[in-house]
């Protein structure tokens, strides 16, 4: 019995050591010829590689000016946006959608330097990528802006 377990360790062993060197030597085929390896279909990874997100800093008016003197730098927030202002009694509240979920609040400026022209609110600058960043300022034009804290 003793034996037999012996042989199958060594057995084993064996084919480890030679799983491990087919291992050792497609890496070292991958490193050699990147380009080859990436079109061999065999070598293809689930993963797919994204380009890094471009973050950029959008200024965003929100229209209660009390809720962005709760912020502080490095927050993460929830930007909603109303379309239209308050209902009026009897109607319907407005629809409301998330716009930029999680932002980074990277500046909330004072508010003398922030002087509220007819709409009214606060500013706040919150670090998103390009894209949200371009839907905030879409959707600041049209609606009013809140923020959540998350």
Do not use: F, N, W, Y
């Not at 087919?22 to 065999?42: C, F, V």
């Not at 008016?61 to 930007?79: M, P, W």
């Amino acid at each position: 019995m003793a034996a037999g377990l012996a042989m199958t360790a060594a057995a084993l062993a064996a084919s480890g050591a030679r799983d491990a060197g087919r291992a050792g030597g497609a890496a070292h085929a991958r490193s050699q010829a990147p380009d080859q390896a990436r079109a061999d279909p065999a070598d293809a990874s689930p993963r797919r590689e994204r380009p890094p997100v471009e973050m950029v800093s959008a200024p965003v008016r929100i229209a209660d000016a009390a809720t962005v003197r709760l912020l502080r730098r490095g927050d993460r927030v929830d930007v909603i946006a109303a379309a239209g202002g308050p209902p009026m009694p009897g109607e319907e509240a407005p629809d409301a959608r998330v716009v930029a979920a999680g932002a980074r609040v990277a500046d909330v400026p004072k508010v003398r330097e922030t002087s509220a022209g007819e709409g009214g609110g606060a500013l706040v600058v919150l670090s998103v990528p390009r894209t949200t960043a371009a839907a905030l300022a879409g959707v600041g034009a049209t609606s009013q802006l809140a923020v959540t804290l998350c």
